[in-house]
């Protein structure tokens, strides 16, 4: 599955062709469950999150003709805000925040989805002109999807302190890729 | 954890807000209030957007976990059992309201999805489609007339779904462009205001179907904004053109 083959599955859906849904659930939802994992660190949520997701995809799918992102940033996208909008819902209503499920750390492994390569590269590149804890530190959050409030008590710095940290860090990655 | 290095500069207003809901750092109602304007502020959108682009390849952290096949079983039956079939739940006449009004803060369509939507309609489809499919796939290029107003038009005969994909041509400001389908000899009907910038549907019911199956021919005119007061086109008409099957 290329990048293009993914758009076509997504613009397909947008014209509801069942068909091509099955297909596209077939060849995303590993990687869009692990977005729900990484985030909600709860498998039985994750597992209702990726259904949330994928009734989004199918409902919404004619947005993404409108986006710029490629087709699996933009699932990705989906997926991670809506895992996000949970989290945030669950910890709001005070239910256990760490019923700790193991999810690997993330670590450079290989993506079975194979996009983003050379964007990647150039992320990467961006990433190593931050010094190495500033670099963790926004992986870490974008990955986790943690508040400012909880980066900071994690990291053991006041808030203000974190999110001054992290958008500066931000603004330096910006920087570099419009380079 | 210092910050003397960064010469300073800071992200601030918007763009910072975009940012941070983009890391996914936002707290609880923070993040509502930005989700809310993403909706309804374009320009607030796109800040979102560029963020969504800078980021998107931090994703690659994340590793896939194949779901077990209990949640795509309970997907279908979500999306599905009420239909039992390959039409949807939310039928394509809900854009009326919330949807038009926040696909509007999109921006205009990415020439690399027209690309695949051209494909799309030009390869042959994966799954075979139902027997009693009616007519297939109509595709029309709505073609500036004296404009720079160009569409495309898909019409899906199987889900009797218009889809309408913005190419170029901004409308001025305080009009709007409404989509019309003409029959022969027979008065144009309108088939509603096109939001701007976006990629749109619209449920098409039986006396339209017809029409459109018929051969009918569509076009765009410049109205008023909301559209026509009188439910017959009033301004120029800025594009046009016929479906043909594929």
């Not at chain 1, 397909?12 to 060849?27: H, I, P």
């Amino acid at each position: 599955m290329t990048p293009h083959d993914i758009t076509k599955l997504i613009v397909r859906t947008s014209m509801k062709d069942r068909g091509a849904f099955d297909l596209l659930y077939r060849q995303t939802s590993a990687k869009l469950f692990g977005v729900c994992l990484r985030v909600l660190r709860d498998r039985a949520e994750a597992e209702e999150a990726l259904q949330d997701v994928y009734v989004k995809i199918w409902t919404k799918a004619d947005r993404f003709a409108v986006s710029d992102l490629s087709p699996i940033s933009w699932l990705v996208a989906v997926a991670r805000n809506h895992a996000i909008d949970k989290l945030r819902s669950r910890r709001a209503s005070g239910a256990p925040i760490d019923q700790a499920v193991e999810v690997a750390d993330p670590k450079p492994g290989p993506e079975t989805v194979a996009v983003m390569t050379s964007e990647r590269r150039r992320i990467d590149a961006c990433l190593d002109e931050l010094d190495g804890e500033r670099a963790a530190a926004v992986r870490g959050a974008y990955l986790s999807g943690e508040s400012y409030a909880e980066l900071a008590t994690r990291h053991g710095v006041p808030l203000n302190t974190m999110r001054t940290w992290l958008r500066r860090s931000l603004l330096k990655l910006r920087d570099c890729l419009e380079r | 954890m210092s910050a003397a290095d960064d010469n300073g500069r800071e992200l601030t207003g918007d763009d910072a807000l975009a940012a941070d809901y983009v890391l996914g750092a936002l707290d609880g109602d923070d993040r509502r209030a930005a989700a809310r304007r993403i909706e309804t502020e374009p320009g607030f959108a796109r800040l979102v957007e560029r963020w969504e682009e800078h980021m998107a390849p931090l994703a690659a952290g994340y590793e896939p976990v194949e779901p077990p096949a209990a949640v795509k079983s309970a997907l279908d039956q979500r999306l599905f059992a009420a239909s039992g079939g390959a039409t949807t739940p939310r039928k394509a006449a809900a854009p009326a309201g919330g949807l038009w009004q926040s696909l509007a803060v999109w921006r205009g369509i990415a020439a690399a999805a027209i690309a695949g939507l051209v494909l799309v309609l030009a390869v042959p489809l994966l799954a075979p489609p139902p027997a009693d499919e009616p007519a297939g796939r109509l595709v029309a290029s709505l073609a500036p007339q004296e404009s720079n107003v160009h569409y495309f038009v898909v019409y899906d005969a199987s889900t009797r779904d218009i889809g309408l994909s913005h190419v170029t041509g901004e409308r001025d400001s305080g009009r709007d462009f409404e989509l019309w389908v003409i029959e022969g000899d027979t008065p144009p009907a309108s088939l509603g205001v096109i939001p701007a910038g976006s990629t749109v549907h619209l449920a098409v019911g039986e006396a339209l179907r017809r029409k459109i199956e018929a051969g009918a021919v569509f076009a765009i005119s410049l109205e008023p904004a909301g559209g026509s007061p009188s439910g017959q086109p009033t301004g120029p008409v800025v594009a046009a053109g016929n479906l043909r099957e594929i």
